[in-house]
């Protein structure tokens, strides 16, 4: 049985990962956590996930509940994560962590949480995604420079980074596998006259609207052809089962930083 704390539990994510631990044999809540001036502090986690209490009270701080913890998922902010892996490296616990948008310094501190504990970082945590990735980097190699690359995704309306932390690694799965640098080949929109379409770069398109849960697309276009590699999730659970996946594999691995290609052996 693996012993997991929930951090960011009363957001989206958050919600359905309690309920996806509520549901799951192998894994028990140890702790939810929400931030201080949340509605939900010192709420039964179970309310939120609607699966009835379960005798784990909302904390406002997660140094408390890892000392009953195997595992903690976070799925916030950028800001937040630093903060609890410096809490996971020091109590020795390992971290799943599916937040994006780090800057250089928040990345440093997940590298230095490496080093005492095992951290799994994944900008999506869908089995499916990180099989895309697989293939999105087969079919670059496969058609070469030959072809313009386009990335469009689309998000809920309440998302706030852009582009997506998975199309972002979308982007860095194919320039890798096209011998690029996306850090000086990413054109992120286009406005006004832009002229000949550069070869070498690779688009991307944002979306926000509504509740969509996440979709994406790589359309890689050339002469006379075009081929679309997609994923398209419908609910966030599929995320849940991902990072729950994860939380029950990197208890098993020793301290370093991983990701899901790890977990699913596609290196």
Known sequence: MTRIVITGATGRMGRTLLQAVAEDEESALAGAVDRPDGEAVGRDAGELAGTGPV???VSED?????EGADAVIDFTLPEATAVYADQCASA???????????????QARLDAAAERVPVLVAPNMSVGVNLTFKVL?????ALGDDYDVEVIEAHHRNKVD????TALR???VVAEALGRDLAEDAIYGRQGRTGVRDRRTIGFETIRAGDIVGEHTVLFAG?????????KASSRMTFASGALRAAKWVVTQPPGRYDMQDLLGLR
């Open 55 to 57: 005798g784990v009270k």
């Open 62 to 66: 997660l140094a408390p509940v890892l």
């Open 92 to 106: 020795g616990v390992p971290l799943v962590v599916g937040t994006t948008g780090f800057d250089e310094a928040q």
């Open 137 to 141: 980097e087969m079919v670059a190699q």
């Open 162 to 165: 852009a582009p997506s932390g």
């Open 170 to 172: 979308m982007g860095e």
């Open 223 to 231: 002469s006379g052809e075009r081929v679309e590699i997609g994923h």
